[in-house]
């Protein structure tokens, strides 16, 4: 090998190592839906601005939760960015495992993310991830139905309002009911809405010595008002219905209103899917005078597991995949209705996008929810529609099975409520919080 | 005859094939066995190893480890119950000749090639629905109130989705059956003035037996995990929560691998008595 050859090498070599140092390769773990999917068209403007590459692992929800929780908890280093949403933010930053973005830019300008946002996937103030697109829930109903009613929908109605529009606008003769309400199990399901509902009646998962609350008056009054409300004026065989269920049925004009998610609202406004596209009205979800409104609160963030080698890359790539700049290009891009919605102030406040007609209403939605505070009386959790600590999910699930049961007629809400304290107890005291 | 010496030889050919197949059925069952026996709860951070038997105890004796047994066996008794007796009856019929013959043998097939969870899907969308399903359509075409299929008889309801993804399967293999019976003996029943049923009841059932058998094995196998058609249709409520479900809520829902661990290998065991039990009673065809 001659001199000029192993020299020629020898500053291969270094440039390859140089290279290395400035650009890595980031492997972000994320989930498949579509304003996720259209971030990933955009990743050569990353690797443009940055010089990192990126290697996107798409999956589905339930999956990209399993993969992440076995990566992040057995320190496994698949990934050096995760897709996370509400519920694990708070519980793995109290754990350590993710690193705090609280050293993001300044022109990041963190201040600007919305508030019930930011606490929600923070924990004592810290920010553990950063939101990438952010909802909560709303009232959509049917203003002709109002209309014929004699009816008006107030911008925030109590649940008493929402049980008389019902009752106006049900005609099951015609296939159109009152209300349409998630009555599947599980605890993305059934249980998201009637924790949140549960809020607005003055109830709670848990007192703050982590006591189930199940056998409390405020618990029955929620459940035996939304069965009511389900039995007279909702669809029947609602037990079964998820969101997708509820979401056909609105399309297709026999719901009179339906209390869901925000993003919902896009889907019933597009005259392409849905009959009634141009009667579709929003208010806010609705309440007892309590205080707390029945609407949740949800994030699909962006995380970075404690203990990577690419922290600074990664944070880049948070900067920018959740700044103001990346809404300005996919509104530029694809128009102000596509830009993910939720997440800042900034968004809300700009006039393009004000004229999108359920903006506002989103907006208000997402404000009027607290995580640190969801409830009317204390409470030892993080969270609107569940408690951020790692059993929730599991016996979440098997209260909405009681509850669901309860809907489709098989038992009464006092039955549905003993087993839900037993279950809820059993597993806490077995977890080793009693 | 193979000599010694080739049977060495094809034993050695073999081994790789053997150790890999082992290994594949081994790892994933060894691991298992070894969580079941820790405390293993990812979300939490807890990894505790060797808890003894405290994972299984804790299974048993929870409240909805009986009742999903007793939905598995259910569920399991009612789609063999269905395809068996339905499988037989459509064999029969098919192997009868008619015009489109080969047409007819495709559409029956065809549900078998259909994914669990877009059956599980149709099913539950487009005909079971009691707003939008065609059975609501027919029953107030009569004048009847429609029935909510998935909530009033759940159990019922996933039965029939299953056994329709299931009833080609066994209709195939009866098929084949029914047609390797010779004619000869039947004419000659019918000469001796043997009825239709006699004539099923003594020569073609006895003949299908073997092929039965068959069915109901590889069958019972599939069907003890269940899964997607009950996740899709009622997400395990209403009391249609099956064994292979429980474990499921307790790996992914709850994040306990230890408690699920400890479900699956009793499911697992659960599985091998069944079909212990049914290779006695009914695998006694098969010697024959």
């Known amino acids: 090998m001659t001199c000029t050859l192993r020299a020629l090498l020898g500053a291969t070599a270094l440039c390859a190592v140089g290279s290395v140092a400035a650009a890595e390769t980031l492997t972000i773990a994320t989930v ?16 443009e601005k940055t010089g990192h590459e990126v290697e996107w692992v798409t ?9 992440v929780t076995t990566d992040i908890s057995t320190k496994g280093g698949q990934f050096d960015l995760m897709t996370i949403g509400m519920y694990e933010t708070p519980i793995w930053g109290k754990q350590g495992w993710l690193v705090p973005l609280d050293d993001l830019s300044a022109e990041y300008d963190t201040g600007d993310l919305l508030p019930a946002m930011a606490g929600g996937l923070s924990v004592d103030g810290t920010l553990y991830a950063a939101p990438f697109y952010g909802e909560s829930s709303m009232v959509m109903y ?4 109002m209309e ?7 911008e925030a109605p109590t649940w008493d309002d929402i049980k008389a529009a019902a009752e106006a606008m049900t005609d099951k003769d015609n296939e159109v009911y009152g209300i349409c309400l998630r009555g599947k199990a599980g605890w993305g399901e059934n249980m998201a809405f009637l924790t949140a509902m549960s809020n607005s009646f003055g109830a709670r998962w848990f007192d703050e010595d982590w006591n189930p609350q199940f056998d409390t008056e405020a618990w029955k009054e929620t459940l035996t008002f939304y069965l009511d409300l389900m039995n007279n004026y909702g669809p029947p065989g609602a037990a079964n219905n998820g969101f997708n269920e509820n979401l056909a049925l609105f399309q297709q004009g026999k719901c009179g209103m339906w209390i869901d998610a925000t993003v919902a609202a896009s889907f019933v406004t597009n005259p392409d899917d849905s009959t009634v596209a141009d009667q579709v009205g929003f208010a806010l979800a609705p309440d007892t005078g309590k205080g707390p409104r029945g609407n949740w609160l949800w994030a699909w963030a962006l995380g970075i597991p404690a203990g990577t080698q690419k922290e600074d890359a990664a944070k880049q790539f948070i900067e920018w995949a959740t700044s103001k700049d990346y809404i300005e290009m996919v509104a530029e891009k694809e128009g102000w209705a596509n830009v993910p919605p939720g997440a800042r102030k900034s968004l809300y406040e700009n006039p393009e996008y004000q004229k999108v007609p359920f903006a506002d209403m989103t907006l208000k939605s997402i404000e009027t929810a607290n995580p640190n505070q969801p409830t009317v009386d204390p409470v030892p959790y993080i969270g609107v529609q569940f408690a951020a600590i790692p059993e929730f999910a599991g016996f979440a699930t098997q209260v909405g099975q009681e509850f669901s049961a309860a809907l489709a007629g098989q038992q009464s809400a006092d ?20 | 005859m193979a000599t010694q010496h080739a049977r060495a030889a094809a034993r050695l050919m073999n081994a790789p094939a053997v150790f890999v197949l082992l290994v594949w059925m081994l790892i994933p069952l060894c691991m298992t066995v070894y969580f079941s026996f820790t405390d293993y709860r990812p979300l939490r951070g807890v990894f505790d190893c060797c808890v003894g038997f405290q994972n299984y105890e804790r299974f048993v004796s929870s409240s909805s480890f009986l009742s999903s047994v007793a939905t598995t066996l259910i569920m399991v008794g009612g789609i063999l119950a269905i395809t068996v007796i339905g499988g037989v009856l459509l064999a029969l019929l098919l192997d009868q000749p008619i015009w489109g013959q080969g047409i007819v043998r495709i559409l029956v097939i065809a549900p078998f090639f259909v994914m669990p969870t877009v059956s599980a899907l149709v099913w539950k969308n487009m005909f079971m629905n009691p707003v939008n399903g065609l059975f609501a359509y027919l029953w107030k075409f009569f004048g009847a109130t429609p029935i909510d299929w998935l909530s009033e008889l759940p159990l019922f309801s996933i039965i029939w989705i299953v056994s329709w993804q299931w009833l080609p399967f066994a209709t195939l293999i009866l098929l084949t059956a029914v047609q390797s019976l010779s004619s000869e003996q039947l004419e000659a029943s019918e000469m001796d003035g043997a ?21 109901i094995l590889i069958q019972t196998i599939f069907l003890l995990s269940i899964f997607a058609e009950i996740f899709v249709t009622t997400n395990g409520a209403f009391g249609t929560r099956t064994l292979t479900y429980l474990v499921y809520q307790r790996v992914l829902e709850s994040q306990n691998i230890g408690l699920g661990s400890a479900g699956g290998i009793l499911a697992v065991i659960l599985a091998n008595i069944v079909a212990i039990f049914l290779m006695r009673i009914v695998g006694k065809n098969l010697d024959n």
């Open chain 1, 32 to 47: 498949n839906n579509g304003d996720m999917i259209r971030m990933q068209g955009y990743t050569d403007d990353f690797t």
């Open chain 1, 59 to 67: 999956l589905e929800e339930n999956v990209l939760r399993q993969r």
């Open chain 1, 142 to 145: 049917r203003k002709d139905l």
């Open chain 1, 148 to 154: 014929a009613a004699g009816m008006e929908m107030p």
């Open chain 1, 415 to 434: 039955d549905a409520l003993a087993k839900a304290q037993d279950l809820v107890n059993e597993e806490m005291e077995a977890a080793g919080y009693k």
């Open chain 2, 195 to 215: 009825g239709a049923l006699s004539r099923f009841y003594y020569i073609i059932l006895p003949h299908l037996g073997r092929a039965i058998t068959v069915v």
